[in-house]
């Protein structure tokens, strides 16, 4: 065990180091952001010195080499933009995102597993496929429409809740909703899946059993061997979550790491870009490292060569 | 279950501790649709960050309501000692929020700070003509400049002060964080893009501020915007869209209001790649195929103002008597056969424009295309997200034409014809040695009489030689709500002490 | 994505294939829910292909002085434009007729990409196992830590939008979803019998993949293309909605999405039909998805 996770571990790293060599180049290759940052009425002697300033005129294997060692002490240099340390901003903006995803993920738990559960236990009925439609509708909808639709009804028609930004819980509705909808319709649809799948084999030899018994037996029974692969995916939702919350935070104008993300990109705030790619890909290696431990943990039969 | 829901609980909380302040003071709350990229006033030159350092950090004098006009603030009066010297007395008795007396030192100081590279400030053409800064005594300043401007540098671009000391103690990351400035107010705390908040000043030089405290609470979407003004989540907001014009003026708490702004909106022509916009004759048709009215009309709703040279109205050096170009598609149509392209035969143009950066940028392109088209010409309209828009320009490889909004808070022609018309202008893709010459003379000419006239011709030559299909001017829309007293600026600063509530 | 337990699905030789292929066939055949799915994605195909007849207008004529007329059946609306128009005066249901091309190219060719590299790699990594296993292996995670929106999103801010980086972007992320399930069927399939036999006849690797292995896994990697398509078509769509898909002067149901967003609350059509459409073609290739997977194999569970 402890072999296998020293290996994963070191998977992870290397991972982490691909990771970084490829958000560089792709930053890199394509010019630098002189233009972009500088103001219009700058001259060429300017220019010139920002860039020198910026190192952008070494050599790009340099380029790499002070970036690299810099980075592994996390300190991934200055935003072109804020003129505040990159991974400093990138930090700042976790606890937001981490709000959204935890609340979405909340959502997912309290109502995706549990309708999943239902509509197994109440196959062909109209709760059954209202559950089936909402959650094909959920797996089908773009994420950035679903929220411009609920902004529209909900925020701007209704005035219930506010239609952008953070603040108190009322901003939490609707980008936690439009956020967790794709992943709770996916996690009730695996629910019932699974647990028809162990419904179907206890069906029979429970079916004498009549009434409120037959249910808690089969859904104690069912719930409990179908878990396995509805944690597993619950950690993978997880992460889905962290990397669909860009769109969202997008659409709400909420202050998390992903928006920042985004505006890095269009900024080519090249610092900024890096740090959020790292943290973000330091957070999906450690939760698929924990998905995979959790999997070995709760499933020994699985066995890794 | 139970921990992850106290956790989200206590979470909200925390954030909703954010809320609002006393009931008795004046409260009131600014929605730009960016937050201020940094508090430090020396190092970006975006509007929205203005708007939110300078109610910490005030400038020697500010851009008066018309051109050429000066409000003074950190400098009580100026004076020209000789052409290249410009000299300016202090206002005594002012010191920054910490206690640090404001004397000539800070200025020095905040002109230097711009000229390190080490600091990577953007505001390095602010300060360009500055040779040096003389220091007499604490409160005598002096901007030399290499040759004489008719603007004293000083004066072009007013940059703000900071206080040397505190800066030199904390560095640039802390000041950019932490501000301390000798204006009107001082800041409570700043949230990146979720707010920042100000509390009044008691101590500042012009006497306690009427707003007790001002939020800068910016909001991306104009929807949701106006959705905030409508439910008093704030006070004003800028960037109005005309299609929720009506809904404003006739609200219950909100009104509409708005100005002429500085900034312009034109076409130009890279006539330094090849192509047949070097044609002078076609560039002329094209002006006349444009009907600049219409668009106004169609596409702002009427909320424009028709330009007819590059130097606006509103603008030191405009000249009425220069005639800009009507619409008129049977000219266009004989020019261009004149041009050899009977019909418009021969001729395909891409006319390049940005999404989103300006008011209906790329709808108006849309319409100028469609114009254009109607005598014959081939017109493909590129829009681009504005980054891969701006690098390309700065690389003069946009072309044919393209899109491009200017705003010259001094109102200043100079600074027009300079940086958009000149040989050497990064932006420029005109290139008119007679055009670099009567630029030069104008920015050098004291007089004003000779001035003006230096820039009537200047006028007269672009117009002639079709550099732009110059359009029109934006009137600026803001919405408030009902109980505060502000009018908009056309340089589209937004000044709290400006302004007055209840 | 969840991937397929390897011991569910029972490997066939060759010969047994093509009988198994027809009996998946007949059960879809009589599954409603992916008959729905099927005549959905038939309609968005032949949007696609025929577009030019079923638009009665240039999806790009622009008319500034109808600009956001409301659909037809609302006050303000006409007969000419069935679904109203959008800010420039175009119609609304021609460009989501031509908007299906975008989607419908994007798709197939995300998953042409996608499916022919993952797959391969999967085949090869599974098979062959040793250094080439590993490599593979470290490419996918590498490229499985990298967040996947964030991921494409770059690449087009970086290299420029377009329609061909758009999709090289995408495939790039797709790619890996088949290696995992493809490496796992094929772990797991090479210590069949059939496999041993082939090998001990001298067959190559190639033909070792290509003729034994490949259709085995095919019926995995068919429905994960499904899935993938979807993914696709709605990836495709965020990133116009960013303003980094195709040129904003081709119409893409995602491009009409950001267009229409600053209307929301004045010209509420301008967002919903385009959403409506990406939502239903999604829909559709879903609903075919599933009913694939269950008619291939009823087993699967993902």
Redesign the interface.
């Known amino acids: 065990m402890g072999g296998y996770l020293a290996r994963r571990a070191l998977g992870a790293l290397w991972a982490l180091i691909g990771v970084a060599i490829v958000v560089f180049l792709i930053l890199h290759l394509t010019g630098d952001p002189t233009s972009v940052m500088m103001p219009p009425e700058a001259t060429k002697a300017e220019l010139d010195a920002f860039r020198h300033e910026q190192g952008f005129d070494r050599p790009l294997v340099v380029q790499f080499g002070t970036f690299a060692l810099a980075a592994a002490h996390g300190d991934l240099g200055l935003s072109l933009r804020h003129q505040e340390p990159a991974m400093r901003l990138a930090l700042e903006r976790l606890p937001a995102t981490v709000l959204l995803a935890g609340s979405a993920f909340l959502i997912v738990l309290l109502i995706g597993v549990p309708a999943g559960v239902l509509s197994a236990l109440r196959p062909r009925t109209w709760i059954d496929y209202t559950a089936r439609f909402v959650a094909l509708i959920g797996q089908s909808a773009p994420t950035y429409w679903i929220g411009l639709m609920l902004i529209l009804l909900f925020a701007v028609r209704l005035g219930w809740v506010p239609a952008s930004g953070i603040g108190d819980w009322r901003n939490l509705v609707l980008p936690a909703a439009t956020l967790g909808f794709f992943s709770t319709a996916k996690l009730m649809r695996l629910t019932r899946a699974s647990m028809l799948e162990i419904l179907a084999a206890d069906y029979l030899r429970t079916a004498r059993a009549k009434g409120l018994t037959a249910i808690r037996v089969s859904l104690g029974h069912g719930l409990r061997n179908a878990w396995l692969p509805i944690v597993t995916q619950l950690g993978v939702e997880l992460g889905t979550l962290l990397s669909g919350a860009i769109i969202t935070e997008t659409v709400f104008a909420w202050p998390g790491v992903g928006r920042l993300a985004v505006q890095a990109v269009f900024e080519r705030d090249f610092p900024v870009v890096e740090a959020v790619v790292l943290l973000a890909a330091t957070m999906f290696v450690l939760l698929n490292l924990a998905v995979d431990l959790l999997y070995a943990v709760l499933d020994p039969r699985i066995r890794y060569a | ?1 139970k921990r ?2 106290a ?2 609980f206590g ?2 909380l925390a ?2 501790a ?2 609002p302040l006393a009931a008795a003071d004046t409260t009131v709350t600014i929605s730009q649709g960016v937050d201020a ?2 508090l ?1 006033p020396l ?3 975006i509007t929205p960050t203005f708007n939110v350092v300078q109610h910490v950090y005030e400038r020697l004098a500010d851009f008066g309501p018309r051109a050429g006009e000066y409000d003074a603030r950190l400098a009580v009066s100026w004076k020209r000692v000789n052409p290249t010297t410009e000299e300016y007395k202090l206002r005594h008795g002012v010191t920054f929020s910490n206690g640090d007396p404001f004397t000539s030192a800070d200025v020095r100081f905040s002109v230097d700070w711009i000229k390190n ?2 600091n ?1 400030s ?4 602010y300060v ?1 003509d500055i040779d040096r800064v003389e220091t007499p005594d604490p409160y005598t300043v002096r901007f030399v400049s290499k040759v004489p401007t008719a603007i004293p540098p000083g004066l072009q671009n007013p940059i703000f002060i900071m206080d040397a000391k505190y800066v030199q103690e904390k560095g ?2 802390y000041v ?2 932490h501000p301390i400035g000798t204006g009107p107010y001082v800041l409570r705390e700043w ?4 707010q920042t908040v100000f509390d009044a000043n008691p101590k500042w030089w012009g006497g306690k501020p009427k707003i007790d405290h001002v939020i800068f ?1 910016p ?6 915007r106006v ?2 003004l409508k ?1 008093g ?1 704030t006070d004003l907001i800028t960037n109005v ?1 005309p ?2 014009q009506i809904q404003l003026v006739g609200g219950a708490n909100t009104k509409l209001v708005s100005t002429r702004s500085l900034r312009q909106l034109f076409i130009a022509f890279n006539t330094l790649r090849p192509g047949p916009q070097q044609n002078k004759l076609v560039r002329q048709a094209i002006n006349y195929a444009v009907d600049v009215p219409a668009i106004v009309k ?2 702002l709703g009427g909320r424009g103002y028709e330009l007819t040279t590059p130097i606006p109205p509103n603008y030191f050096g405009y000249d009425a008597s220069v005639p800009g170009y009507k619409h008129d598609v049977a000219k266009a149509k004989a020019l261009l056969a004149k041009a050899g392209y009977p019909d418009g035969k021969g001729i395909a143009l891409t006319l390049n424009a940005p ?2 950066r300006y008011n209906r940028d ?2 108006i392109a ?2 100028v295309a ?1 114009q254009i088209q109607a005598v014959g010409i081939q017109v ?9 828009y ?2 390309q ?3 003069r490889g946009l072309t044919p034409m393209y899109e491009l909004g200017w705003n010259q808070p001094s109102a200043d022609a100079d600074g027009v014809i300079t ?1 958009l018309f000149t040989t ?4 420029s893709c005109y290139s008119n040695p007679e055009i670099d010459r009567l630029a030069d003379e104008a920015r050098g000419e004291l007089d004003v009489t000779k001035r003006k006239a230096l820039y009537k011709r200047i006028a007269t030559i672009l117009n002639d030689d079709a550099a732009w299909i110059v359009l029109f001017q934006y009137e600026d829309l803001y919405a408030t709500s009902k109980r505060l007293h502000w009018q908009p600026r056309g340089d589209e600063f937004i000044r709290a002490y400006e302004m007055s509530a209840g | 994505m969840a991937t397929a337990l390897a011991g569910a699905a029972p490997a066939r030789d060759d010969f047994i294939a093509a009988s198994v292929h027809a009996a998946a066939l007949r059960r879809l055949a009589r599954d409603p829910a992916a008959m729905l799915g099927g005549a959905i994605v038939a309609i968005v195909a032949v949007c696609a292909i025929f577009a030019p007849l079923l638009a009665r207008v240039d999806p790009n004529a622009q008319d500034l002085t109808a600009t956001l007329i409301p659909p037809m059946w609302i006050a303000g609306g006409s007969h000419a434009h069935v679904l109203g128009t959008d800010n420039l005066g175009r119609d609304l249901l021609a460009r989501i007729i031509w908007g299906s091309r975008v989607s419908v190219i994007v798709g197939l060719s995300v998953v042409a990409i996608g499916a022919t590299i993952g797959v391969t790699a999967g085949l090869l990594a599974g098979y062959r196992r040793g250094w080439v296993d590993a490599v593979i292996a470290r490419i996918t995670d590498v490229q499985l830590a990298f967040p996947l929106v964030l991921l494409a999103v770059a690449i087009v801010a970086v290299v420029g939008p377009g329609l061909w980086t758009v999709i090289a972007a995408i495939g790039l992320t797709s790619w890996v979803q088949y290696v995992r399930v493809v490496r796992a069927e094929t772990m797991s399939l090479r210590e069949r019998e059939f496999v041993a036999a082939a090998e001990a006849a001298g067959a190559t690797t190639a033909r070792v993949i290509g003729r034994h292995l490949l259709p085995n896994v095919a019926s995995a990697a068919i429905v994960l293309g499904t899935f993938e398509i979807a993914r696709a078509i709605v990836l495709e769509s965020s990133l116009s909605f960013l303003g980094l898909g195709v040129p904003p002067t081709t119409p893409s149901w995602g491009g009409m999405l950001a267009d229409g967003r600053q209307y929301l609350d004045t010209a509420w059509w301008t967002a919903l039909f385009p959403g409506l459409a990406i939502m239903i073609a999604v829909m559709g290739v879903n609903l075919l998805g599933d009913g694939l997977r269950d008619a291939l194999d009823p087993g699967m569970r993902a």
Not at chain 2, 122 to 125: E, G, L, S, W
């Open positions: 279950m992850a829901t956790l989200l979470a909200a954030l909703s954010s809320s990229d940094t430090n190092l970006t030159t590279p080490a990577v953007k505001q390095t053409p360009r640039n990351a950019g964080e949230r990146r893009d979720d609470k909001i991306p979407e104009a929807g949701a959705a905030a439910t989540a869209p299609q929720y169609n596409v999404i989103g790329r709808e849309e319409a469609g493909t309209v590129r829009p681009q997200e504005w980054v891969s701006s690098d320009l700065n690389r940086s050497a202008a990064p932006l």
